[in-house]
């Protein structure tokens, strides 16, 4: 059977414009691929061609002038050229397995397409920003050496914008290499006077004086093409990152990270990556408190306390006595967070954050929580912050918006639910008002009656063939549309727009959205002020030994999480506090993200400006997935957030209870290290996929 894919791919055409000839030339294909490539081997795949032909004659299907025609006709292969901007081959992965799961491998060969809900300029600017991160990590810890010396150079593949390279000559400030292409470059020192020798995660040697401290001739080595046209000398970082941004409204992904180099490590840590979320954590604990009627001025002690055997501290080993909420979460104290977890109780802090969307089963049950000792996703946390963004409700993350087969019909449209009951799509509407009218005149045809139609929504709204899971949204589907595909995909569901539930009461989340501003303003994310906005909260997360450097923050257009360590968990460094490793990450995508947005903050009736959009589309065909940028503007016009002024209370004080004398044995390794920033140093099995909302 000639695939519709191919047809596309290798001639640009849809599968009923083929010639003969080009019909034969697909048939041929799929006895020896590579052998019979049109581009690869022409010749080979004309003979090919030719004895099918010649076979269709013999056979009776086409006619001696038929055959004539298409043995003289040349390959004319025409490929399909998509436009690849855009660095996404973590969501391809995630659109792959998601689509394979649910409908079977054939759909890799179905020429569908799926309109991702992406952002590419999001995209563009979470790649470079993890990149840019991971380098400094690097630099800061210095310089491990060339990766081999004298070895063929098409032995080493290129990662990111690293190419590998051959040392040709060692100057006294500089040195030459050659790359696989061919070209000569030259590494200047202002490109590798950043080498100094890493010794370990703590130490490093001093700067070097000329190349040959760095480099000899035939070392093989990376270089890095600078904005300026110079080079850079670079290394594959040890060191990962990952980073997710959410639509606050919808949970719609606007970007997501997975790591270093898809190449280099097919693991997901957006996705996949469970890890300790340290100090991230506190700000969900502090609003279970506000939740039960604490107040951002309410005091709480900052003194020293003793549960068992186990004495935690402060990172910075200080007590400040009596403190109010608000300052003991934008200064990271551990002993505020620990008494509001006594006094809250631990059942009722771990059933909130399972409504945050952690999941409860990873969660300690004991104080250790208040520091997070538990472990969380990167995805989880983005999730988890919306609700800060938002305004109180819980969105379902999702990245994949629409599909279509290859008559481009719609068979899938996303319909999350919403943040903001008023905020309504209006293309869904739209599309959706255009499927039922088909889907009538459809039944219409076939003498059905308005009983049928009843009866068949009906017994869909019922059926026990709906999946639900943890993750799941519970709503009523309606089929819609034709159902000619041939894989009998579910087809277009059609439904009102849902408000998201609401998990906090709206005061709480304007009052922790105002504390998580604060931490930025005047708090352990103090040099996130370098952007110029006070319209940004978050917080900031490092583990025991600095294992984990987390940022978590927000603006009312999106929610985005960042993470840096390594894949087996060792220190980065003493120094590799969150504020330090990951905040840098999440201010370069901020930077990018929030370019001509308005000044807006989170209220208790929020409703945040949409972006305009350029959307990722994504394509199965036989040889796999090509992406293709879409431009897609929301033409919906939300209003102004309504600014509300909250009244304070009189302060109350917080007086710890015996909630449990078990907390010892996890909290001993989950000290939360968060400090304001300080200078920089200078000397698991794969989880389930998010489901498209039903």
């Known amino acids: 059977?000639?695939?519709?894919?191919?047809?596309?791919?290798?001639?640009?055409?849809?599968?009923?414009?083929?010639?003969?000839?080009?019909?034969?030339?697909?048939?041929?294909?799929?006895?020896?691929?590579?052998?019979?490539?049109?581009?690869?081997?022409?010749?080979?795949?004309?003979?090919?061609?030719?004895?099918?032909?010649?076979?269709?004659?013999?056979?009776?299907?086409?006619?001696?002038?038929?055959h004539d025609e298409a043995v003289n006709s040349p390959v004319g292969i025409k490929l399909y050229q998509e436009k690849l901007d855009v660095n996404m081959p973590y969501l391809a992965e995630m659109t792959r397995a998601t689509l394979v799961e649910r409908y079977g491998e054939q759909v890799m060969h179905s020429g569908w397409r799926v309109r991702l809900?992406?952002?590419?300029?999001?995209?563009?600017?979470?790649?470079?920003?993890?990149?840019?991160?991971?380098?400094?990590?690097?630099?800061?810890?210095?310089?491990?050496?060339?990766?081999?010396?004298?070895?063929?150079?098409?032995?080493?593949q290129r990662y990111s914008n690293m190419s590998p390279a051959k040392v040709t000559k060692v100057n006294s400030r500089s040195f030459e290499a050659i790359l696989q292409s061919g070209e000569s470059v030259t590494v200047n020192w202002s490109g590798m006077s950043w080498a100094r020798k890493y010794i370990s995660a703590n130490r490093i040697g001093y700067y070097p004086n000329n190349a040959g401290q760095i480099v000899s001739k035939n070392d093989i080595v990376r270089v890095i093409p600078t904005a300026n046209g110079n080079w850079q000398l670079g290394q594959i970082p040890k060191i990962q990152g990952s980073l997710v941004s959410l639509n606050p409204e919808t949970g719609a992904v606007n970007a997501l990270v997975g790591g270093f180099d898809f190449k280099h490590s097919k693991f997901n840590r957006a996705l996949q990556g469970w890890r300790q979320p340290g100090s991230t954590i506190k700000p969900l604990v502090y609003t279970a408190a506000l939740e039960k009627g604490y107040r951002p001025d309410s005091i709480v002690s900052d003194r020293p306390i003793q549960v068992g055997d186990w004495k935690p501290k402060n990172s910075d080993e200080r007590f400040l006595g009596d403190i109010t909420l608000r300052r003991g979460l934008y200064l990271s104290r551990n002993l505020v967070s620990i008494r509001l977890l006594q006094a809250i109780g631990i059942s009722d802090a771990r059933n909130l954050l399972d409504e945050f969307g952690l999941d409860k089963e990873k969660l300690p049950t004991t104080l250790s929580l208040a520091l997070g000792a538990g472990q969380a996703t990167p995805l989880q946390m983005a999730t988890a912050y919306s609700t800060f963004a938002n305004g109180g409700h819980r969105v379902q993350p999702y990245f994949i918006e629409q599909i279509y087969n290859?008559?481009?019909?719609?068979?899938?449209?996303?319909?999350?639910?919403?943040?903001?009951?008023?905020?309504?799509?209006?293309?869904?509407?739209?599309?959706?008002?255009?499927?039922?009218?088909?889907?009538?005149?459809?039944?219409?045809?076939?003498?059905?009656?308005?009983?049928?139609?009843?009866?068949?929504?009906t017994e869909l709204e019922n059926s026990e063939n709906v999946e639900e899971t943890d993750e799941a949204i519970d709503l009523t589907v309606y089929d819609a549309g034709p159902q000619s595909d041939r894989l009998k995909a579910p087809v277009v569901q059609y439904i009102a727009a849902k408000q998201a539930p609401r998990i906090l009461k709206p005061r709480v989340a304007f009052e922790m959205a105002d504390i998580l501003r604060d931490v930025v303003q005047r708090g352990t994310a103090v040099r996130a002020k370098a952007l110029g906005r006070d319209d940004i909260g978050g917080k900031t997360g490092t583990t025991n030994e600095a294992k984990d450097a987390w940022f978590a923050g927000f603006h009312?257009?999106?929610?985005?999480?960042?993470?840096?360590?390594?894949?087996?968990?060792?220190?980065?460094?003493?120094?590799?506090?969150?504020?330090?490793?990951?905040?840098?990450?999440?201010?370069?995508?901020?930077?990018?993200?929030?370019?001509?947005?308005?000044?807006?903050?989170?209220?208790?009736?929020?409703?945040?400006?949409?972006?305009?959009?350029?959307?990722?589309?994504?394509?199965?065909?036989?040889?796999?997935?090509?992406?293709?940028?879409?431009?897609?503007?929301?033409?919906?016009?939300?209003?102004?957030?309504?600014?509300?002024?909250?009244q304070q209370r009189k302060p109350t004080?917080?007086?710890?209870?015996?909630?449990?004398?078990?907390?010892?044995?996890?909290?001993n390794n989950s000290r939360s290290n968060d400090s304001v920033p300080q200078n920089p140093l200078s000397v698991t099995p794969v989880q389930r996929m998010p489901p498209m909302p039903e």
């Open 117 to 156: 809900t992406v952002d590419s300029k999001a995209q563009t600017a979470a790649e470079a920003a993890i990149l840019t991160g991971l380098i400094a990590y690097e630099h800061r810890h210095g310089w491990r050496g060339a990766e081999a010396n004298d070895e063929p150079l098409e032995n080493f």
């Open 653 to 667: 004080v917080a007086e710890p209870t015996a909630d449990t004398n078990n907390s010892a044995a996890q909290a």
């Open 406 to 457: 290859y008559k481009n019909e719609l068979l899938f449209q996303a319909n999350p639910l919403q943040a903001c009951a008023l905020c309504f799509n209006e293309q869904l509407e739209a599309v959706n008002k255009n499927l039922i009218e088909e889907y009538n005149k459809s039944l219409e045809d076939k003498n059905s009656t308005t009983e049928e139609l009843a009866t068949e929504s």
């Open 1 to 66: 059977m000639v695939s519709r894919a191919a047809a596309k791919k290798y001639y640009s055409k849809s599968l009923d414009n083929l010639t003969i000839a080009e019909m034969a030339m697909l048939a041929g294909l799929p006895k020896a691929p590579s052998k019979y490539n049109p581009v690869a081997n022409p010749s080979r795949a004309l003979t090919r061609r030719n004895w099918i032909i010649g076979r269709m004659h013999e056979l009776g299907y086409i006619t001696k002038a038929q």
């Open 556 to 646: 009312p257009t999106n929610a985005t999480v960042v993470w840096m360590g390594f894949d087996q968990p060792t220190s980065m460094g003493r120094r590799e506090y969150g504020g330090v490793a990951a905040l840098p990450i999440w201010m370069d995508f901020m930077k990018a993200q929030l370019k001509d947005t308005p000044n807006q903050w989170v209220s208790i009736n929020n409703r945040s400006k949409s972006k305009k959009q350029q959307q990722q589309i994504i394509e199965m065909t036989d040889d796999g997935i090509i992406t293709d940028d879409d431009d897609i503007s929301d033409n919906s016009a939300p209003a102004k957030p309504v600014k509300t002024q909250i």
